[in-house]
């Protein structure tokens, strides 16, 4: 992973804030500008991760997917996001050629997937349930805040202490709309 990391590991302090009404007006201006500088290579622009589940605790950080036709061709996309001010933190060719970018303030991480991609679907089914479905809700809220009083040497360590809990509730979404046998 380190690899994927550009810039390396940074230890950052995990915090869990209570849900903020204000987060769906930040997607959506962060969804304007990527709209702009990307036109039509954004095929999809969804809100994702915890900001999105409204009355969800999570870190104050603004989580978009964003469906391209190829997001290995970096130079389809990569110039506008740069010139728009994100910063390229993410480049994973080995995982669904997923890219993320974040902003200076480092409130905003756009995630980058083509067209098709199995996780794109699994990160709306996640949002999706958590909506929903109430005991999943705050079964992810206490996971998060539990582990969230850890010290972790950085954020992808605390999201793979997550995994289990997060697999577990999107196979439920999953079944529940018949996707999964």
């Given at each position: 992973?380190?690899e994927?990391?550009?810039?390396g590991?940074?230890?950052?302090?995990?915090?869990?804030?209570d849900y903020?009404?204000?987060?769906?007006?930040q997607?959506?201006?962060?969804?304007?500008?990527?709209?702009?500088v990307?036109?039509?290579?954004?095929?999809?622009?969804?809100?994702?991760?915890?900001?999105?589940?409204s009355?969800?605790?999570a870190?104050?950080?603004i989580?978009?997917?964003?469906?391209?036709?190829d997001s290995?061709d970096?130079?389809?996309?990569?110039?506008a996001?740069?010139q728009?001010?994100?910063v390229?933190?993410?480049?994973?060719?080995?995982w669904h050629?997923h890219?993320m970018?974040r902003?200076?303030e480092?409130?905003?991480?756009?995630?980058?997937f083509?067209?098709?991609?199995?996780?794109?679907?699994?990160?709306?089914?996640f949002?999706?349930?958590l909506?929903a479905?109430?005991?999943?809700?705050?079964?992810y809220?206490s996971v998060?805040?539990?582990?969230?009083r850890?010290?972790?040497?950085?954020?992808?360590?605390?999201?793979r202490a997550?995994?289990?809990?997060?697999e577990?509730?999107?196979a439920?979404?999953?079944?529940e709309v018949?996707?999964?046998a």
């Open positions: 992973m380190d994927a990391l550009i810039g590991i940074e230890k950052r302090k995990i915090v869990i804030v903020d009404p204000r987060w769906p007006a997607f959506q201006m962060h969804a304007e500008i990527l709209s702009r990307l036109g039509r290579k954004a095929l999809t622009i969804e809100h994702v991760g915890s900001t999105s589940v009355e969800l605790a870190k104050p950080i989580d978009i997917d964003v469906l391209v036709d290995s970096e130079a389809a996309y990569l110039p996001l740069v728009a001010g994100y390229l933190r993410v480049r994973e060719p080995d050629e890219r970018f902003t200076p480092l409130d905003v991480h756009v995630h980058i083509s067209q098709g991609c199995v996780e794109f679907a699994r990160h709306l089914a949002r999706d349930r909506r479905c109430k005991k999943d809700r705050l079964l809220e998060k805040r539990k582990l969230a850890e010290d972790w040497p950085d954020m992808n360590a605390y999201a997550k995994t289990e809990v997060v577990q509730i999107i439920r979404a999953l079944r018949g996707n999964v």
